[in-house]
């Protein structure tokens, strides 16, 4: 499987600060839950990448 790969699985996703400083993306998925822990600067860069996918994949749309 790779990121072109389209599956039928529905996820939820919640994005947002812990109580102790990390910014958390928790994806929830047929029972599995996925928390993941950021430090702040490591969650701007994922924003960024987000951003600049978004871009290309508007790009690749057009």
């Keep these: ?3 072109n790969t389209e599956r039928d699985v529905e996820a939820n996703m919640q ?4 109580d102790v400083g990390m910014v958390r993306i928790f994806i929830e998925a047929d029972g599995v839950e ?4 950021f430090e702040p ?3 701007d860069e994922i924003a960024d990448e987000i951003r600049a996918a978004a871009q290309a994949a508007r790009a690749v749309s057009s």
């Design 1 to 3: 499987m790779g990121i």
């Design 15 to 18: 994005i947002g600060p812990t």
């Design 34 to 37: 996925i928390p993941m822990d």
């Design 41 to 43: 600067e490591e969650a």
